[in-house]
């Protein structure tokens, strides 16, 4: 067995934290992780993406071969999209966070955000199948933005075959969360796990 992950999103979305999240759950049941990270200027809103690696085997390299993504989990869309020609494949199940976060070019006026139809379809016809959920919504509806990685954890652990599934993150975060922040959390990964499985194109 072998999993070849990546969470791609842009700074302070929660993507390492989520990316160690998994990492110890995948541990914890026995199987042989790496973890590999990128940054550019994460603390100033730039893209953020981590390399999950799960396998029954010893693993070389942190760093997934260049198309060879088995699931990518995208907390923007732009990000996503970014990294399609590189790590995108048509057997690659996307799960992709629909609410933009504009970049500063953006903001200034330099250049316009792509069209969110374009990015839908763009990555629909690269992929073996894509759920586009509106994660930051329901992340606020649970709280606030600051929850849209559990939500994403949740829908990710609902995938056929995935070997992490949501009670073995929900023992992570018992470890690393204080007692207060559990059950939203837990809220959290419910709403993303009940998201992909009533998930309709």
């Not at 998994?22 to 809103?45: C, D, H, M, P």
């Not at 930051?136 to 939500?151: F, R």
């Not at 023992?171 to 559990?182: D, H, M, R």
Request: negative net charge; aromatic residues 4%; proline residues 6%.
């Amino acid at each position: 067995m072998l999993l070849n992950l990546i969470i791609t999103g842009v700074g302070g979305q929660g993507n390492v934290l989520a990316s160690q999240i998994l990492g110890r759950a995948a541990v914890k049941k026995g199987l042989q992780v790496t973890i590999g990270e990128t940054f550019g200027l994460s603390q100033r809103g730039g893209p953020v993406m981590s390399h999950v690696r799960v396998s029954d085997e010893r693993l070389l390299s942190p760093i997934i071969p260049p198309n060879r993504a088995d699931v990518v989990v995208g907390l923007e869309p732009l990000e996503t999209v970014r990294i399609l020609s590189e790590f995108g494949n048509d057997g690659c199940t996307f799960i992709v966070n629909s609410r933009p976060i504009y970049p500063l070019n953006v903001i200034a006026g330099d250049v316009a955000y792509p069209d969110p139809d374009w990015m839908h379809a763009t990555i629909e016809a690269c992929a073996r199948r894509l759920y586009w959920l509106e994660g930051t919504q329901q992340a606020i509806e649970l709280g606030g933005p600051i929850m849209l990685n559990m939500v994403m954890l949740g829908a990710l652990c609902a995938l056929e075959d995935m070997p992490i599934v949501q009670r073995d993150v929900e023992a992570v975060i018992g470890e690393l969360f204080p007692a207060s922040k559990l059950e939203p959390n837990r809220q959290a990964l419910q709403t993303g796990r009940e998201m992909v499985l009533s998930y309709e194109n």
